[in-house]
């Protein structure tokens, strides 16, 4: 018997309180979503959908994980506890996926057939579509429910839209192919796609001010469960930097090969990440700085760790932990702060010509 299948058997065999966290991965470019065992990093099992899954999100009372698969139309609901797919919604170019923080609406953004869709979160049913222009890409809401805020990629522009009168309030210019977005102490914050930085919009006057710099196709940012820290990635430049909540300020950043792209956190606080174009995933660290990658299936992309063991309702236990574009109001209490971070010389407004050498820590797993 290989040792995978034992580890896979011993796994089924313990009770139900000690089996193993679930990391789930979706192969965008395998239509399949990848079941892994959290504490070997070995895939459980892989579950078919349709065409093609980008991005994903968990029900707000943590029961159901929803998988979009843009290219198949259908959204699959699963039991995150056990990979189980309970069934199959049909939905309109699902690329992007969010609940609102009243638990209300479901909000998905069609990259492709440009349409954001405002759907009932309990029936699914249509309750308003915005054309607002080219590829809508990211969803953010308002801490009150009011307001959703989208990028729309192929316009280099932000949409916000008012829930309360179904309205598209406003649209401004931000930058090149803007992607991820979530909303932050009173502000929004994006990613610049088509170029090397994040920006800061303020959705009262609707100012556009630079945020951070970090590398070649800035794309998304993730609150940290803990609150102590924002995470933001680079898909070009193949790199995730630890952001200052307060001041907006790059603290370190890594330089992982293969595009890191969509992250999730663990309740040890280290960050899981796809790297898109390398067929893996990365584990990060940040505590012990080191990383290490496990293989999963083609162009990996929205990835979710669902905790069953100690610990298993931390995801649920604030606003945001569940989600990236849903911020986290202050710190989680009772976690321990990690140890300062040594800051690289890379600063908001710059970026080095190249990355520093890694330590001989961060290592990449074969």
Same mark, same amino acid.
């Given at each position: 018997?290989?040792?995978?299948?034992?580890?896979? %058997?011993?796994?089924?065999?313990?009770?139900?309180?000690?089996?193993?966290?679930?990391?789930?991965?979706?192969?965008?470019?395998?239509?399949?979503?990848?079941?892994?065992?959290?504490?070997? *990093?070995?895939?459980?099992?892989?579950?078919?959908? %349709?065409?093609?899954?980008? /991005?994903?999100?968990?029900?707000?009372?943590?029961?159901?994980?929803?998988?979009?698969?843009?290219?198949?139309?259908?959204?699959? !609901?699963?039991?995150?506890?056990?990979?189980?797919?309970?069934?199959?919604?049909?939905?309109?170019? #699902?690329?992007?996926?969010?609940?609102?923080?009243?638990?209300?609406?479901?909000?998905?953004?069609?990259?492709?057939?440009?349409?954001?869709?405002?759907?009932?979160?309990?029936?699914?049913?249509?309750? /308003?579509? !915005?054309?607002?222009?080219?590829?809508?890409?990211?969803?953010?809401?308002?801490?009150?429910?009011?307001?959703?805020?989208?990028?729309?990629?192929?316009?280099?522009?932000?949409?916000? !839209?008012?829930?309360?009168?179904?309205?598209?309030?406003?649209?401004?210019?931000?930058? #090149?192919?803007?992607?991820?977005?979530?909303?932050?102490?009173?502000?929004?914050?994006?990613?610049?796609?088509?170029?090397?930085?994040?920006? =800061?919009?303020?959705?009262?006057?609707?100012?556009?001010?630079?945020?951070?710099?970090?590398?070649?196709?800035?794309?998304?940012?993730?609150? =940290?469960?803990?609150?102590?820290?924002?995470?933001?990635?680079? *898909?070009?430049?193949?790199?995730? =930097?630890?952001?200052?909540?307060?001041?907006?300020?790059?603290?370190?950043?890594?330089?992982?090969?293969?595009?890191?792209?969509?992250?999730?956190?663990?309740?040890? +606080?280290?960050?899981?990440?796809?790297?898109?174009?390398?067929?893996?995933?990365?584990?990060?660290?940040?505590?012990?700085?080191?990383?290490?990658?496990?293989?999963?299936?083609?162009?990996?992309?929205?990835?979710?760790?669902?905790?069953?063991?100690?610990?298993?309702?931390?995801?649920?236990?604030?606003?945001?932990?569940?989600?990236?574009?849903?911020?986290?109001?202050?710190?989680?209490?009772?976690? #321990?702060?990690?140890?300062? #971070?040594?800051?690289?010389?890379?600063?908001? +407004?710059?970026?080095?010509?190249?990355?520093?050498?890694?330590?001989?820590?961060? *290592?990449?797993?074969?």
């Amino acid at each position: 018997m290989s040792w995978r299948r034992l580890v896979l %058997l011993l796994a089924l065999t313990l009770p139900a309180g000690a089996r193993a966290d679930l990391v789930y991965v979706l192969n965008s470019g395998e239509a399949s979503i990848s079941v892994l065992d959290a504490a070997t *990093r070995t895939e459980r099992s892989r579950i078919p959908v %349709l065409r093609e899954p980008h /991005h994903l999100v968990v029900t707000p009372d943590g029961s159901q994980l929803l998988v979009a698969d843009s290219g198949g139309n259908e959204v699959f !609901f699963l039991d995150p506890a056990t990979g189980t797919v309970l069934r199959r919604a049909p939905i309109s170019n #699902p690329y992007h996926l969010e609940f609102s923080p009243d638990g209300r609406f479901l909000v998905i953004a069609s990259l492709r057939r440009g349409q954001v869709d405002v759907l009932d979160a309990r029936t699914l049913e249509l309750v /308003h579509r !915005f054309r607002p222009g080219d590829k809508p890409s990211h969803i953010a809401f308002s801490p009150d429910s009011r307001m959703v805020y989208v990028t729309i990629q192929g316009d280099g522009k932000v949409a916000a !839209f008012d829930l309360e009168g179904m309205v598209q309030s406003w649209t401004v210019p931000v930058g #090149p192919e803007p992607a991820g977005i979530i909303w932050h102490r009173g502000q929004l914050l994006i990613g610049i796609m088509g170029s090397t930085h994040f920006v =800061a919009l303020d959705p009262a006057s609707q100012a556009v001010k630079p945020a951070f710099t970090l590398g070649r196709g800035a794309h998304t940012i993730y609150p =940290a469960p803990d609150g102590r820290a924002l995470y933001a990635t680079s *898909r070009v430049d193949s790199r995730i =930097a630890e952001i200052d909540p307060e001041t907006l300020a790059v603290r370190r950043w890594w330089a992982i090969p293969g595009g890191p792209d969509c992250l999730t956190f663990d309740t040890q +606080g280290r960050v899981w990440m796809t790297l898109r174009w390398s067929g893996r995933i990365a584990v990060l660290d940040p505590v012990a700085d080191r990383w290490e990658t496990a293989r999963v299936g083609r162009s990996p992309h929205g990835i979710f760790y669902k905790a069953l063991g100690r610990g298993a309702d931390f995801a649920l236990a604030m606003p945001g932990a569940t989600s990236g574009t849903r911020p986290l109001l202050s710190p989680m209490p009772g976690r #321990p702060a990690a140890a300062p #971070p040594a800051a690289p010389g890379l600063v908001p +407004g710059s970026i080095p010509l190249a990355p520093p050498a890694l330590p001989a820590s961060l *290592r990449r797993a074969p």
